[in-house]
């Protein structure tokens, strides 16, 4: 074998990244249970409060040491390999920022009727569509008056930006740039906000083609608090920061309290001293996870710009520091952002705050500036005038415009415009700040933190300001894009949402893990009961692969969700494929008398073809699946992706190397692929499949008409991911008749369109509904589910409780819920469409470049069109049984995967068809088909048996969520594999007139 060693050093290489990255997630895991121990009372309830408050305790400490280097849980955290939502627990939250309300603020609030009737039209066209709201207003608004946009749009306020002569078009520019940028300040403000959810691991994501944001927070107990942290208004303020000279004495008695506190913080039990706080960014013991560099900004008068050292003087002096927790620095405090948590249990210290000025409060800095000596990370806690009232004296509502722009050295800064309210005060602010000595500074603060602190030159006395300093354009146009924050309205609504309770996350992990275990114990035994020593060494590849997953997921800090677990199940049953390939090309040549060193050697080579064709095909799939998916789609591509890779390697290189180790004293090497059960099983088949395609033919098109006649008659069982709507999981203490409830909770939704069902046991119901369904309010969120609430209390005579361990015979609880708007239900249906036929598209491409005939392509194309169809008619089949399964998200992940999984099947198929015809025109070519399907069954079978095996499994164990998924998948493998012997191959054989002359 060549390059054995790159191998042997890769896998080696591979192994030790995997081992580094899964051990942050077993630290993390053992501190997580030390909460959960110290927060258990002795009933054994755990409280979530003293949990996380624990956690945030130690959330800037070091908790791992590896070999001499110290890892916080912050950086334990952000390495470890993370569950998703599903299989913890958590929020999902997708956030759209109203172009509406940005469209009639850019108008100044418009009454022109014309206007307001082209957006009320556009908000109806928006429900047929999937284009984007500012082309649908224009052309809502041309088809209602030929007035020139620019008289809506041509106001003070929009002054040098648009102008009476602007065509519609240029109009429309200004009006997309701008919500373009509220979705990129919405982006950052949001971002700043999650950052107290740090131990939560919150993801936060810009859908750039959608004008959405996706955000995820694990282990969120709070949906309330959630929505009002995400759709509050955001708060920009203007304050005077504190003279230090004024503070002197107050801090540095602070200073040596805190010296003190630092010397006797280990022996105190931070995981009681820590409170929660309730408010958004009002916790200075909080731990802040920003990761951008610290710049110096000054405001310019007339490019005059002025810039202080006094930060990076405060560095230094910290470098040099032995015990002091803090420094005093000219424009306040700088601290290890390690001693966050102790210092803001003593700043909100009764004496503490009796020490400092009655007018004056501290804000934390929005990031940290790293000791470039010392590699500490550093946060600055400013002291700001709070007036009269305790109310910042100029807010962001004064901001007309603000733009990432350049200074007189082409440095990038920010100019910002103030109306004439603003211009006022702005001026009389910036008078007193520069008149002071030295010079004083203003703080920009959004929701209570402070983005920057620029030192005033000068009286600003038109309004027209820049920021200027050691920026990024990055960070100017963050800036920007903030200053703006209070310039236009831009709130956010929750078009779709799924919350998952820690109990229903832990059901889910169990089933997920049992799936898994029982897959891989399943074939790991049947292995080696059929390919003895082979199989030894097919198993060894396949726990490295499912290993190499797992730590390739860890590095990639991708998420692992209940589909992912679905896919790594999946993975268990295909990574095999490659192996009994190679397996039984083996075993073809020792039959034919080969010795078994020269037949080891041509199994791999003849296979290889077979084995890279089959995985691409697949691998197409999933890397469309990520692209156009969303959701737990995204996890379970994600994993699939990374299966797909690390079991070719497994399985063609890893498994080499050890069977040449294994062989190391040539043919007399005690190896054997066979056992007596399967020494020459189907080994000479000579089955007349091509005479019997016509038969084949008339049962499939029997089978799709009629469940395709049921699926029409009785529709399919569309999710709320396709449908839109609400649905939740209700937990009882006892069994519930679902039917029975459907017709009472119908009632109490007016007839809104009610479904409910058992999820899982008899005691659990899962409650569908689309009363509200175009309501997209928290209003409505609540109404209804205020209203299911009532309509099971009344029905059933329960209570409920919202917490689940006090689910008992009186009492029951709402475990999990989902919502999806209208709009996000139509793209989804979009997306799921688009991915099919990507899919089919990139497979027609690949095959007729490998195989170089369009009838291939066309054979391949109409069995993958004929597995889908199959899979649907046994959806309606099952459905006229009394046996529905939703249609969602993750069942456009099993029909693509099948699409993978049947040309996996098909691809085999064609190959050794290419191969025999490549041997010459000596026998028929019907004969050459039905050889080369013949040649290739006993592949066929083992693949398909060791599959379906798992996926069985998967379908028993996995739960009610992956029932749909996995029920998909058994009727996919069957008929892929049905399909690549009985419709693909014969197509190609009907559509080639060459071959039967």
Not at 335 to 364: E, H, N
Not at 555 to 574: C, E, R
Not at 633 to 644: D, Q, R, V
Not at 663 to 685: A, C, Q, R, V, Y
């Amino acid at each position: 074998m060549r390059n054995k060693g790159a191998v042997i050093v890769l896998t080696v290489v591979v192994t030790l990244l995997c081992i580094y990255y899964l051990s942050f997630t077993f630290v993390s895991r053992g501190i997580q249970q030390d909460a959960i121990d110290l927060a258990t009372d002795e009933s054994g309830v755990v409280d979530l409060s003293k949990k996380q408050a624990y956690l945030d305790s130690v959330y800037n400490l070091p908790v791992y040491n590896l070999f001499g280097f110290e890892f916080t849980y912050k950086e334990v955290k952000d390495t470890e390999l993370n569950l998703g939502l599903d299989l913890q627990g958590g929020m999902h939250v997708t956030l759209e920022v109203s172009p509406i309300d940005i469209i009639k603020g850019l108008s100044g609030n418009s009454n022109d009727q014309a206007f307001l009737s082209a957006i009320d039209k556009a908000k109806e066209m928006q429900k047929q569509s999937t284009g984007q709201f500012a082309d649908l207003f224009l052309e809502a608004y041309n088809e209602t008056t030929d007035k020139p946009l620019a008289t809506i749009f041509a106001t003070a306020a929009n002054r040098g930006r648009i102008s009476r002569g602007d065509s519609d078009e240029a109009v429309m520019d200004v009006v997309k740039k701008e919500i373009d940028d509220a979705i990129d300040r919405s982006f950052i403000i949001l971002r700043t906000r999650l950052d107290e959810f740090g131990t939560s691991q919150p993801v936060i994501q810009k859908l750039e083609d959608q004008g959405r944001i996706q955000i995820e927070i694990p282990g969120a107990d709070n949906p309330e608090r959630v929505r009002k942290l995400l759709q509050g208004v955001a708060k920009l303020e203007f304050w005077e920061v504190a003279e230090p000279a004024a503070l002197n004495n107050s801090l540095m008695a602070i200073n040596s309290m805190l010296v003190n506190e630092q010397k006797a913080k280990s022996t105190l039990d931070q995981g009681e001293e820590v409170k929660e706080e309730e408010e958004a960014g009002q916790d200075l013991g909080s731990a802040l996870s920003a990761d951008e560099d610290s710049s110096d900004d000054e405001v310019s008068l007339d490019s005059a710009l002025g810039k202080s050292d006094s930060t990076n003087n405060t560095v230094d002096s910290l470098a040099n520091r032995q015990s002091p927790l803090l420094e005093l620095s000219v424009g306040g405090l700088m601290y290890d952002v390690r001693d966050t948590a102790v210092i803001g249990q003593i700043l909100r210290r009764a004496d503490v705050r009796a020490m400092m000025p009655r007018a004056v409060k501290p804000l934390w800095a929005v990031k940290p500036v790293t000791d470039e000596q010392s590699g500490r990370d550093l946060l600055q806690l400013y002291f700001v005038q709070t007036g009269r009232g305790g109310n910042a004296r100029l807010t962001g509502e004064v901001i007309t415009d603000a733009r990432q722009d350049l200074d007189q050295y082409s440095r990038p800064a920010v100019s910002m415009q103030m109306n004439a309210l603003g211009t006022r005060v702005w001026s009389k602010m910036t008078s007193e700040a520069s008149s002071k000595n030295p010079r004083g500074r203003i703080a920009i603060v959004l929701d209570n933190v402070v983005y920057s602190a620029p030192y005033v030159n000068g009286e600003i006395p038109n309004g027209n300001s820049q920021i200027s300093g050691d920026f990024t354009i990055e960070e100017a146009k963050d800036l920007a894009n903030i200053l703006k924050a209070g310039s236009l309205p831009a709130p956010t609504r929750i078009v779709e949402e799924a919350i998952v309770g820690p109990t229903l996350g832990k059901v889910a992990r169990n089933q997920g893990i049992l799936s898994m275990v029982a897959g891989l114990a399943i074939v790991v035994i049947f292995m080696v009961g059929y390919y003895a020593k082979g199989g030894i060494v097919a198993n060894i590849a396949l726990v490295f692969n499912i290993f190499f997953i797992l730590g390739i997921l860890a590095q990639l800090k991708s998420a692992l969700t209940l589909p992912g677990i679905a896919g790594i199940v999946l993975t268990i049953g295909m990574s095999i494929d490659a192996n009994v390939l190679i397996f039984e090309r083996i075993r073809e040549e020792l039959r034919n008398g080969v010795k078994l060193k020269a037949a080891i050697t041509a199994g791999y080579q003849k296979a290889f073809s077979s084995i890279v064709d089959a995985n691409v095909t697949t691998l197409l799939t999933a890397v469309i699946l990520f692209a156009l998916g969303q959701g737990p789609i995204k996890g379970f591509a994600i994993t699939l992706m990374i299966g797909i890779i690390c079991s070719f390697f497994t399985a063609v290189y890893i498994t080499r190397v050890i069977v040449e180790w294994w062989t190391k004293k040539g043919d007399e090497s005690k190896i054997s692929f066979e056992t007596p059960f399967s020494k020459n099983l189907m080994s000479n088949m000579n089955i007349d499949f091509m005479g019997k395609r016509r038969m084949a033919y008339m049962i499939s098109a029997v089978v799709i008409v009629i469940g395709m006649a049921l699926v029409f008659i009785q529709g399919l069982n569309l999710g709320v991911d396709f449908k839109g709507g609400r649905s939740y999981i209700v937990n009882f203490g006892d069994p519930v008749v679902a039917t029975d409830m459907k017709v009472a909770l119908s009632k109490s939704f007016e007839d809104g369109g009610t479904e409910v069902k058992n999820f899982g046991s008899n005691s659990i119901v899962k409650v569908t509904t689309s009363y509200l369904i175009d309501d997209e309010s928290d209003e409505a969120d609540e109404k209804v589910q205020s209203v299911l609430i009532s309509g099971i209390e009344e029905y059933t005579g329960q209570k409920y409780v919202g917490d689940d361990s006090q689910v008992d015979a009186d009492h029951f609880t709402i475990s999990g819920s989902s919502k999806v708007g209208a709009t996000i239900a139509d793209d989804i249906k979009s997306s799921s469409f688009e991915a099919g036929l990507f899919a089919i598209i990139a497979i027609f491409v690949y095959i007729l470049i490998r195989f170089r005939r369009w009838q291939f392509s066309t054979g391949a194309i109409i069995a993958l069109v004929h597995d889908s169809l199959f899979v649907f008619a046994a959806f309606g089949i099952a459905g006229a049984l009394g046996v529905k399964f939703e249609i969602d998200q993750v069942f456009v992940a099993a029909l693509l995967t099948i699409i993978g999984y049947s040309i996996n099947d098909t691809v085999v198929v064609f190959d050794r068809i290419r191969e025999y015809l490549g041997l010459g025109a000596g026998r028929d070519r019907l004969t050459v088909f039905n050889s080369a399907i013949n040649s290739t069954m006993n592949r066929t079978v083992m693949t398909s048996f060791t599959t379906l095996i798992v996926v069985l499994i998967l379908f028993i164990f996995g739960g009610e969520v992956l029932r749909g998924f996995s029920f998909s998948l058994l009727v996919g493998i069957v008929v892929g594999t049905y399909s690549s012997i009985f419709i693909a191959s014969p197509v190609v054989a009907d559509l080639d007139k060459k071959l039967t002359e």
